[in-house]
């Protein structure tokens, strides 16, 4: 079960990035990348990739000390 909770919150903590970057970029702030046609996909792409390497790193970090 302590296993399963690591693993749990270990892609809470890597999906909360995801969050954060969405918050960032919804409040109307203006960054330029609005009138781009294929900005949406890129930034998409960029949160998706950084979580999952987040979650990846945290992952072998755990293997690596025992904790998986």
Not at 43 to 54: G, K
Request: glycine share 12%; aromatic share 10%; proline share 1%.
């Amino acid at each position: 079960i302590m296993r399963l909770t690591l693993v749990l919150a270990v892609g809470s903590f890597s999906m909360s990035f995801g969050g954060l970057t969405a918050a960032v970029f919804g409040m109307n702030l203006h960054t330029g990348l609005e009138a781009h046609p294929y900005a949406f996909y890129g930034v998409v792409a960029a949160i998706a990739v950084t979580q999952v390497s987040i979650g990846a790193q945290l992952l072998r970090f755990c293997r690596r000390h025992g904790l998986l």
